[in-house]
């Protein structure tokens, strides 16, 4: 079921300032939805256009079937975490809760049922009395979220929920929104510039780039398909080379041309892979296209170790998965890169991925 | 694009206030400045220019003008580095001090020095009794002396705050670099803080121009545009609107150029501090300790002086005017006898306006900082004008909008009070503003998001966060307009006389006691406001 339609979304701020530029998107309901992208890339823009705070210069906002632009902010029933948190500084975290509760006349004895329900739901059940002054930055957004929630409102907006905390709080903050969520099941937009943040919590990315639209589709395949060059270059670490599809299909690189698993038609494109798919051999035959390189430098990350190998193609990063300790020393070695065909992408100039016909 | 909600008629209002009650009036003078015997001319402005008379008085007014800013400057960024860099002992007493230098009237102050070192001053008599002559304090050295120790608590309180706010890590960047504290001082620390500096030089230099009291009380004849502008238009005999109305335009016109020429300088210094540390205050001892005390408390007493010397003088024994040896109450018995009208006149008047700036300023405060558009921006704008309209040009210019039909307020109470009201309006709306971004926008749409709609979210969310800083805004505003004197000077009557205005008749009366009991009550009263302020401001939120 549907549970929010927004139909070709266009805002500017003054002539030449497009930030919106059409938006087309449908949410399914109960879904976890992430908007993600550059800052600048208009995705708070749209959240708050959802959330009232914005009008579009065009296109509608439909929620339930009930379209939501004649509506100001305060009567469509749309909760919102902020990225400062936003808890009113001069109440208690009970009030807090409370505020949205009582703006709707709820009787005294439901209105701390709920208070209690949703704090208990944060795990802030025995700081209901306490100013927010007292509490940390996770403690304070979690108010934020069972503010939000304890309203129970169609639809949950979040604007970069956990930007302003430290890494290790933000991983478990994260997993607490997204079990929250299900639990529930809030249909919930998610604003964030953070990718891993967004493959970790999301049913859905949608990766917007300058007010478009760049690729719409599950972390999965986010990841792994990118549709577009923008999108395979924000999410994760891409490595592109300059190379060309010639008149008989196959791919010239480096002087060579190696044999690609179907047609296109011929022009410059850009090479694309992923640091993992690169297999590194120190010499012998595999299949796919071959590569031979100097190892710059290589940078140890525990689990896994970056080697950065200079071609005459381009620099390539090649990641080796738990290194055996001989790994890290090879600087200054030569090293030769196998790509397997099947884990390439080719993009052409216009950032638009190539597609082969049988 | 924003919906229309309850700010869109605030807006209107908003608009209607500062048309009637600004740009109304000073259209009128304007407009009169251009006008001689009925015909539209330059002739008021080429005279003006032409006449050396007036052109002395042009310079006279950018010479204290200038003399005030630089001895302002001086002193107080002095005692602003010395309180804010070193360990100084009873740093509130020094900032109470120079708190109530700055918020008595400065006639009261030309008054005093008057008496101490005036022809038969008691500082200058006793000196010459044991042989050191001085000159007396009148004309332009003593106008600029008063200003200097008038006006520099206003540096101080300025420049005091911005210098606690550059980053310790800064100055330590510079010394771990190799440079000398000397050297960190002028290469670092005063550029970071020259908007500040900048800013209370302006404010020096405007309210230096702008005051009438000092140069009429203490100048002897020196003649600066503010006194010329309130004689031509005060003259019983052939006053003229029109001059009195082109002299005035022309001292806000300085003053204009004056703050555009700041606004300029610092156009490209706008410094963001993240991640600040509080700069640190160094620890002193021996004779280095003993120098900067004394420096520090001497300039804060110097400052302090008129003040002491006023209630000093409103305790002693009086017969008539005459002032008699010992002590006494007779100055009070007289002042709350023949005197309560001013009084009462001045803490109704002041009251009223008070309650009507808390009002429209924290309304118009709101629109500015949080509605931003075209429409807001311009009264922002116009909302500087104030500043720079010296008392005696806004009386004028109230005397001349406000005595035809439909509107005649000349000789009320409200005119006074408007007056009043405009004057002040500014510097609320700025406080407002500048505790509303302090304030995340988020929680007022929070609350929005909530179910709340606009005006209750400002009431509800804003307006309980806000209230330290009105509050804070509002008892400044009450001291400023318990002591206005140069607009109510020019719109009083005798019915509407108010304190500053009876204690000026006093003094040019020659009736110092009466003068010295009406200035200490007025001093007690400011006093209250002050700590009533300064509690106030100490129960804000933390967020």
């Given at each position: 079921m549907t549970a929010l339609s927004l139909r070709a979304i266009h805002k500017s701020y003054g002539p030449g300032i497009k930030v919106l530029d059409g938006i087309d998107l449908e949410l399914v309901s109960g879904e976890f939805f992430t908007l993600l992208g550059p800052s600048g890339c208009g995705k708070t823009t749209l959240l708050r256009i959802v959330a009232g705070f914005h009008q579009q210069d065009s296109g509608e906002v439909i929620a339930d079937g009930v379209k939501l632009d004649p509506l100001p902010a305060h009567k469509r029933d749309i909760g919102m975490v902020f990225q400062d948190y936003a808890i009113f500084p001069h109440l208690t975290v009970a009030q807090n809760v409370a505020f949205g509760l009582k703006a709707r006349n709820l009787?005294?004895?439901?209105?701390?049922?709920?208070?209690?329900?949703?704090?208990?739901?944060?795990?802030?059940?025995?700081?209901?009395?306490?100013?927010?002054?007292?509490?940390?930055?996770?403690?304070?957004?979690?108010?934020?979220?069972?503010?939000?929630?304890?309203?129970r409102p169609k639809l949950l907006l979040m604007d970069e929920p956990l930007s302003n905390l430290d890494a290790k709080l933000r991983v478990e903050l994260r997993e607490d929104i997204r079990e929250i969520q299900q639990r529930l099941g809030i249909t919930t937009i998610y604003v964030t510039h953070d990718q891993e943040e967004a493959l970790a919590v999301s049913d859905r990315i949608c990766v917007m780039n300058a007010g478009r639209v760049e690729?719409?589709?599950?972390?999965?395949?986010?990841?792994?398909?990118p549709k577009r060059r923008f999108a395979s270059a924000f999410i994760g670490t891409m490595n592109f080379l300059s190379a060309e599809l010639t008149q008989s299909g196959a791919l010239r690189l480096g002087g060579k041309d190696w044999t690609l698993p179907g047609k296109a038609a011929p022009g410059p494109v850009e090479l694309a892979f992923r640091p993992e798919a690169v297999r590194l051999r120190a010499a012998g035959a595999m299949d796919g296209i071959a590569l031979a390189g100097k190892i710059l430098k290589t940078t140890y990350l525990g689990r896994e170790a970056v080697h950065t190998v200079v071609t005459p193609e381009g620099t390539v990063l090649v990641q080796v998965a738990s290194p055996a300790r001989s790994e890290l020393d090879k600087a200054t070695h030569g090293a030769e890169l196998h790509l397997p065909v099947a884990d390439i992408v080719l993009f052409r100039p216009d950032g638009s991925r190539v597609e082969f016909a049988q | 694009m924003t919906r229309r909600d309850i700010w869109t008629p605030v807006l209107i209002a908003a608009w209607a206030i500062v048309l009637g009650l600004l740009v109304w009036p000073l259209g009128k003078i304007l407009l009169s400045s251009f006008i001689v015997d009925g015909e539209y001319t330059f002739a008021n402005y080429t005279l003006i220019f032409s006449e050396p008379r007036f052109l002395r008085t042009i310079g006279n007014t950018f010479l204290v003008g200038f003399g005030g800013m630089i001895g302002a400057l001086i002193l107080g960024v002095g005692l602003a580095f010395v309180v804010s860099r070193f360990e100084i002992r009873g740093r509130t007493a020094i900032e109470v001090l120079a708190l109530i230098a700055m918020v008595s009237p400065p006639f009261i102050g030309a008054y005093s020095w008057i008496v101490l070192f005036g022809a038969n001053g008691l500082v200058r008599t006793s000196l010459a009794s044991i042989g050191i002559d001085i000159p007396p304090i009148y004309g332009t050295p003593g106008v600029i002396m008063v200003f200097a120790?008038?006006?520099?608590?206003?540096?101080?309180?300025?420049?005091?705050?911005?210098?606690?706010?550059?980053?310790?890590?800064?100055?330590?960047?510079?010394?771990?670099?190799?440079?000398?504290?000397?050297?960190?001082?002028?290469?670092?620390?005063l550029p970071l803080i020259m908007p500040a500096i900048t800013a209370s030089g302006l404010l020096a230099f405007v309210m230096s121009i702008a005051d009438f009291g000092t140069p009429q009380i203490i100048g002897r004849g020196l003649q600066v545009l503010a006194t010329q502008a309130y004689i031509l238009y005060s003259a019983d005999l052939g006053s003229n609107q029109g001059l009195a109305s082109a002299i005035s335009l022309i001292l806000v016109g300085i003053s204009m150029v004056f703050v555009l020429l700041q606004r300029w300088m610092m156009r490209r210094d706008i410094y963001h501090n993240s991640g600040m540390k509080r700069a640190e205050r160094r620890p002193i001892a021996g004779l280095k300790s003993l120098y900067l005390h004394v420096a520090a408390y001497g300039l804060v007493l110097l400052g302090s002086i008129p003040t002491i010397t006023v209630i000093y003088y409103s305790f002693r024994r009086t017969r008539g005017p005459v002032f008699q040896d010992g002590f006494g109450l007779q100055s009070y018995e007289r002042v709350l006898q023949r005197l309560s009208d001013p009084i009462i006149n001045t803490l109704i008047y002041s009251a009223i306006a008070v309650v009507a700036i808390v009002v429209v300023g924290t309304l118009l405060g709101y629109l500015i900082t949080r509605r931003r558009s075209l429409a807001t921006g311009a009264l922002d704008g116009i909302l500087t004008v104030p500043y720079v309209v010296p008392g005696v040009v806004m009386g004028i210019a109230y005397a001349a909008a406000f005595n035809v039909a439909p509107l005649v307020l000349t000789g009320t109470g409200a005119i006074i009070i408007l007056a009043i009201f405009i004057r002040r309006l500014p510097y609320t709306v700025s406080s407002v503003g500048a505790a509303l971004r302090q304030i995340s926008p988020n929680l007022e749409q929070a609350?929005?998001?909530?179910?709340?709609?606009?005006?209750?979210?400002?009431?509800?969310?804003?307006?309980?966060?806000?209230?330290?800083?009105?509050?804070?805004?509002?008892?400044?505003?009450?001291?400023?307009?318990?002591?206005?004197?140069?607009?109510?000077?020019v719109l009083y009557i005798g019915r509407t006389i108010t304190m500053p205005v009876r204690i000026y008749i006093a003094v040019i009366d020659g009736e110092y006691g009466i003068a010295a009991a009406l200035s200490t009550i007025l001093l007690a009263m400011t006093i209250v406001a002050i700590l009533a302020m300064s509690y106030a401001a100490k129960r804000q939120y933390k967020s």
């Open positions: 009787p005294a004895d439901e209105i701390a049922k709920r208070v209690e329900e949703s704090l208990n739901t944060v795990r802030l059940a025995d700081y209901g009395d306490r100013l927010p002054s007292a509490l940390s930055g996770g403690q304070q957004q979690r108010v934020g979220l069972a503010r939000a929630m304890t309203i690729q719409l589709g599950t972390p999965y395949d986010i990841y792994n398909h | 120790l008038k006006f520099f608590p206003q540096v101080f309180l300025i420049t005091a705050g911005a210098f606690a706010a550059v980053s310790r890590s800064l100055e330590e960047a510079a010394e771990s670099l190799g440079v000398s504290p000397t050297r960190r001082l002028f290469t670092i620390t609350a929005m998001s909530l179910g709340v709609p606009p005006g209750r979210a400002f009431l509800k969310v804003t307006a309980p966060l806000l209230i330290p800083g009105i509050v804070a805004g509002a008892m400044m505003s009450l001291v400023t307009a318990m002591n206005e004197l140069s607009s109510s000077l």
